[in-house]
């Protein structure tokens, strides 16, 4: 009797336990998590109208953060866009002339792993934009 609701409990909790391991996302197998360094198509869609620089100022404004000024006197270069894997200069220039109907995906890269990524000049990290085709 013992060994038999000892493993009842066992079989029940493991059931639990693949169960919730098994469910998918809690905003539905069509719509992406929200992730701080990402913003996907759906999370995008409201702004349309306007340039990717407001939509990123309006939902992600961390990524525009810039350091102090770098040592050596090298001055600050903000935040850098690469778009489709192009280098394409600083975020406000780059994103006050894509409109965000234009994009599928942004990602942002922090300055450590950008500049281990593309090198130096990226002390302030990089937006990775994918356009929709």
């Not at 013992?2 to 693949?18: D, E, G, I, P």
């Not at 778009?83 to 394409?88: K, L, N, V």
């Not at 792993?113 to 002390?123: C, E, I, N, S, V």
Request: charged share 20%; glycine share 10%.
């Amino acid at each position: 009797m013992q060994a038999s609701r000892l493993r009842l409990t066992f079989v029940t909790l493991a059931v639990a336990a693949l169960t919730a391991c098994a469910g998918g996302s809690p905003e539905g197998p069509d719509r992406p998590s929200s992730s701080p360094n990402q913003l996907h198509r759906q999370e995008l869609a409201e702004w349309d109208d306007f340039p990717a620089w407001d939509t990123v100022r309006r939902l992600r404004p961390n990524w525009l953060r810039t350091r102090g000024e770098s040592s050596g006197g090298l001055g600050n270069d903000g935040v850098k866009v690469h778009i489709d894997g192009t280098p394409m200069g600083e975020a406000e220039n780059v994103l006050q002339r894509l409109p965000t109907r234009s994009v599928l995906e942004m990602r942002y890269m922090s300055s450590a792993d950008a500049t281990t990524r593309y090198g130096a000049g990226y002390q302030n990290g990089v937006i990775l934009v994918t356009t929709r085709t």
